[in-house]
């Protein structure tokens, strides 16, 4: 609640009365939909190598809070608001976390979380220990419809898949056109559509599409069996 208020008063003061209600409309609309999700997987072993960096590129892996420079903790505040970015960058790296940040000549533009499995609960299949989701994918606006994306995240999975996991997800809101649209461009495949709800001691999962098979519980990492992606999803 305290986040939201400190976003409209934000988005207020930079755009105006009129803007806010246009923006406020859209928001409404977006709750609507919230619990609407794309599911995303990626099979990492399965992944051409990441393009190469040019142009003053360059990925970084922060790992925790206090390897997070101070000009980038400086950049993620400003963009993002500090009253909403500071207590979630604490949380996120508080979770086990990792932020990728994409730089240009070493300013960022844009940021990517990557969670292990144990944080994220529930999902809406059961994961195994070398599953990774990646979340709050975010190019700043100036940077937008340039491929920052794409990159940012076919990087991020050779990272994670370095770091020992073997398949990623990610979920998308469905009204998310530019991300649905942004992982076309990426190893991941769209799974399938759901709706989730988080009842006291319940997960409630409805499931509104489903393309690929859906990992069975209790696989292990390596072998993913009946549950892999099947390589003709696209996203
Ligand atoms: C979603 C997002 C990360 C995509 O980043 P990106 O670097 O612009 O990605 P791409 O360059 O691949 O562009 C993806 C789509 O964005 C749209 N787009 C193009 N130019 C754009 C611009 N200037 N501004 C906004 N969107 C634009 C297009 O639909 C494009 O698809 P296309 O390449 O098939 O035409 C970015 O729009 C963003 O930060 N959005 C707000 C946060 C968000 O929604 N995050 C996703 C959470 S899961």
């Known amino acids: 609640m305290r986040d939201r208020w400190f976003r409209l008063r934000r988005y207020l003061t930079s755009h105006g009365l009129c803007a806010t209600c246009r923006r406020a409309a859209v928001v409404v609309g977006r709750r609507f939909f919230r ?55 604490q949380r996120r790296f508080g979770y086990g976390a990792d932020l990728w940040l994409l730089k240009r000549n070493d300013t960022v533009v844009g940021m990517l979380w990557s969670l292990p499995r144990e944080t ?31 990159l940012l995240t076919r ?37 399938g559509a759901a709706s989730q709800w988080v009842l006291p001691g319940r997960n409630v999962v409805v499931w509104n599409e489903m393309l690929g098979q859906m990992p069975a519980q209790g696989q292990s990492g390596d072998d993913h069996g009946p549950g892999s992606l099947s390589p003709n999803d696209t996203a």
């Not at 994961?127 to 979340?135: G, K, M, Q, V």
């Not at 898949?161 to 998310?176: E, L, M, P, Q, S």
Request: proline fraction near 10%; aromatic fraction near 6%.
């Open 120 to 150: 994220w609960r529930p999902h809406v299949f059961p994961l195994t220990p070398r599953d990774i989701l990646l979340l709050d994918a975010e190019v700043f606006p100036e940077f937008r419809g340039q491929g920052m994306n794409p």
């Open 35 to 89: 619990r609407r999700v794309v599911i995303l997987g990626a099979e990492l072993n399965d992944m051409p190598p990441p393009p190469d960096l040019h142009d003053g590129l360059s990925v970084t892996c922060v790992e925790s809070e206090s390897q997070l420079r101070q000009e980038d903790r400086a950049v993620l505040l400003e963009k993002r608001g500090a009253e909403i970015m500071a207590p979630l960058i």
């Open 155 to 191: 990087h991020v999975l050779h990272g994670v898949k370095n770091k020992g996991y073997t398949r990623a997800y990610i979920h998308v809101a469905i009204w998310n056109t530019p991300q649905l649209r942004s992982l076309r461009k990426t190893p991941f495949r769209r799974l």
